[in-house]
């Protein structure tokens, strides 16, 4: 069965920086994109960042591009997002999410269940 | 960026009662629509693509249309384990965007 489980969540200060895992498992994964997807607390769901199944290309949504990085291990099977100089309004729970293909399609056929990160002073 | 506009925001209904939730798009995206499923504390659920195509497992009652910038997802004989919130999404062009979710509830 596929399984992406996140971590790396925590309470962090305004302007500070954190670092998302996503360890992924039950399907090759240097075979598909990848893809973080932000939710704040009560909210709708927000695209944040794609990487292509090798790594050579990476989309980024306006509100994080320039602050946020994404990278994947495709030995590890494991995904990353790092984010600096976070602001209030990156509150959110944060999953990644497979797409069907390995160039960022974006379309999403498994997700993981959240790793919540919390911005405050 | 495509605007995703969802009705309505929520719902009240009863196990076997037929719901229908639009999805529009602020511009056309062809048939590059997508719904998806939630339930409380946990990640999304891929339902639905390409507007009227089944993800493996999804039971028959889900059904999707709709076409340029008007979908629809309609949930016939609605059983307990749908009560959950239900987004759409636009796979046309990046950036991807969600409609902002319906609720339904009993």
């Known amino acids: 069965d596929v399984q992406l489980l996140e971590s790396g969540g925590a309470l962090v200060h305004p302007g500070g920086s954190l670092r998302l895992s996503c360890a992924a498992s039950?399907?090759?994964?240097?075979?598909?994109?990848m893809t973080w997807v932000r939710q704040a607390r009560g909210a709708g769901l927000e695209w944040v960042a794609s990487?292509?199944?090798?790594?050579?290309?990476?989309y980024y949504a306006d509100s994080v591009r320039g602050r946020f990085i994404i990278s994947r291990d495709n030995v590890k099977n494991t995904l990353f997002l790092h984010m600096n100089n976070l602001r209030g309004e990156d509150t959110a729970v944060y999953f990644c999410?497979?797409?069907?293909?390995?160039?960022?399609?974006?379309?999403?056929?498994?997700w993981g269940q959240g790793t919540l990160v919390t911005v405050s002073s | 960026d495509i605007q995703m506009t969802q009705s309505p925001s929520s719902l009240s209904a009863s196990v076997g009662d037929t719901v229908t939730i639009t999805c529009r798009a602020s511009?056309?995206?062809?048939?590059?629509l997508n719904w998806y499923q939630q339930k409380p504390g946990k990640g999304p659920k891929l339902l639905m693509f390409?507007?009227?195509n089944l993800q493996s497992g999804v039971p028959s009652r889900f059904s999707g249309s709709g076409s340029g910038t008007l979908f629809t997802l309609t949930i016939t004989s609605l059983q307990p384990e749908d009560f959950a919130t239900y987004f759409c999404?636009?796979?046309?062009?990046?950036?991807?965007?969600f409609g902002q979710g319906t609720k339904v509830e009993i």
């Open positions: 999410a497979k797409d069907v293909d390995p160039d960022d399609y974006g379309l999403f056929d498994y």
């Open positions: 039950g399907f090759t994964f240097n075979n598909y994109a």
């Open positions: 990487m292509s199944a090798s790594g050579d290309k990476t």
């Open positions: 511009q056309s995206i062809d048939s590059y």
């Open positions: 390409a507007t009227s």
């Open positions: 999404q636009h796979s046309f062009l990046n950036p991807w965007t």
